[in-house]
């Protein structure tokens, strides 16, 4: 099969070129091209004409309300767009399955050590293989997590409202289950929007139903953990630990119990810094070119109707 | 169809018998048996004659120097023996993930902060997407930890002795390749059996193509890595950091500069748990059983030649 050729612009970008071979593609000049992957943030230098072979371009911020501004979009009708909403949500999972890997791995306690203390730690040390995780929000977060947790041999309950299933999750349940879930996973990612629905979602009574090698990760919004409750659990080793990179009150003030608890890791809401987005877009890149090729639906499509 | 008598020693063990008898075998004193089922880690209680039935020998541990030393694998040339190599393949490949997560994502030094240090932390965060990981060995821990690379999004320059394609990696490469694979590789995996060959395979020369975000994972054995060359690696932060289950010397002595580095994390070989280990060496055994009875290629067979 001859590989699909596909612009790249407006500048040469080894990550986004590797991206785009990697995704079954191959570069070629905007002339010859069916595609544009477009990776300037200002709208001046992207060309006013495209070829009639373009039939997609992909735009490289999550908001495009500038691109519509200039009139860029609407002047193509024909064409497929898309942005780069969502293309952070790798990166965040990423940032979730390490601290629920150290947690599991008891690196936090490894890391105080200064003396092998190889019996006392063949104790503490567990493995994801074979494990439930819960994944609370199946948005693209929770989405992006499943192959990783699959990856190391862990199953997954995944939580949504419709409780329709989600696809490589065991089983899906609706949010109105979630004490159930508690009480059958042996961890807890919460990756849900924060709602008036979802404020406190994980409070004193769900923690009581994990044990204590449990690890609790929340990479969404920190107002959907009751933090007072958290703290008790930790203190008191109800639970094997807590990987938080959002927090209430956040930023966590100095002095706060969580910067000293031994079993809370904290990353003050760095899981998608801006070093990390070029490589997080060049991920997004490769799915839509892969998908653009094989026919299959392209993530973050714009609609021109709606502007966004 | 009689079914095959085999051993088991040193002494009872009803998870490995269990698995004996789902493999087809049948548990026999060792003089009546055509195979022996070896779960003791000392060389020195085992039998130094076996009777001339015994055609297969199952040692324990995935390391087998420690029979090579004590001549016990030389003395009986026309056994075929195997070693645990590949049963905990899949829990110490997922050491090995957790502890270059750890180190991708800054873990150690988020561990150490009291204060919310945002902007600070947006400079240290990395991610695997995109990254180049080489594996050094691609044996059974190289193989297990290929899809869980694959599952974030790195791609990996995988390391052997042949340079046969190893399912998954990107490409392979002989191991007398070794600098070239260290010049393009963001992060390395050590994984390879300890010969003499790959004795200090890691060295200063090594060592010095990384770049300063560049983390090194040892769950081999401590012989693979030059420890001081490492040790001068960290300190003048020429890589990003070090992730070692094994250590050279072993155990680690209390006061060595691994112990208090920030950008090391020792855990003391500790990778495959006893807490994790019974089940996964009885799911060995079940396997090489049904093999050798039904003429199949035992698995994790030892090169007497190639000692190991």
Redesign the interface.
Known sequence: MTPMPIALGPTPDD?LA??IV?GGGELADLADAQALVWAGDGVTTFPYELPESIRWVQLPSAGVEHWFDAGVIQRHPDIVWTSAAGAFA??VA??A???L??G?????E??T??????QE???R?????GSRVAIIGAGGIGRALI??L????ATVIAVNRSGRPVPGAAETLTADRVDEVFARADHVVVAAPATSETRHLVGAAQLAHLGPKSWVINVARGSLVDTDALVNALRDNRIGGAGLDVTDPE????GHPL??LPNA???????N????RP??F??HV?GNVRRFITGGELVARIDPAAGY
Chains 1, 2 share one sequence.
Do not use: C, K, N, Y
Request: proline fraction near 11%; aromatic fraction near 8%; glycine fraction near 4%.
């Open positions: 990550l590797d991206a990697r790798a990166t990423e940032h399955f390490a601290l890997l150290a599991v791995r008891a690196l936090p490894h890391l050590a200064t003396t092998w203390r190889q730690f063949f104790g040390v567990s493995t994801l293989h192959p990783m699959a990856s190391v041999g930023p966590l003030p100095d910067w000293t890791i904290i990353t003050p809401h760095d899981s810094p801006p070093s990390v490589a997080a060049a991920g490769e």
